[in-house]
């Protein structure tokens, strides 16, 4: 199941590019999806919010948590 997630700060695809790589690193079977436009991450697998969050802000990016 996926699950939806606010980052801010994203900017370009390197930044898409790094929050990707963070929380791949954090969670290996995860697939991740970035909507560079709605600043909005997707990852698809078994993945707690805390991971996510932890991975999003050492990438030096603010977690906005769960996408409405
Ligand atoms: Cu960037």
Do not use: H, W
Request: hydrophobic letters at 45%; proline letters at 4%; charged letters at 20%.
């Amino acid at each position: 199941m996926a699950d939806a997630y606010k980052v801010d700060g994203m900017t370009c695809s390197g930044c898409a590019r790094s929050v990707s790589n963070a929380i791949t690193r954090a969670a290996p079977d995860a697939a991740v999806t970035v909507d560079l436009a709605t600043g909005t991450v997707l990852v698809d697998g078994d993945v707690p919010a805390e991971v996510v969050r932890q991975a999003v802000e050492a990438a030096g990016f603010d977690f906005g948590g769960p996408a409405a």
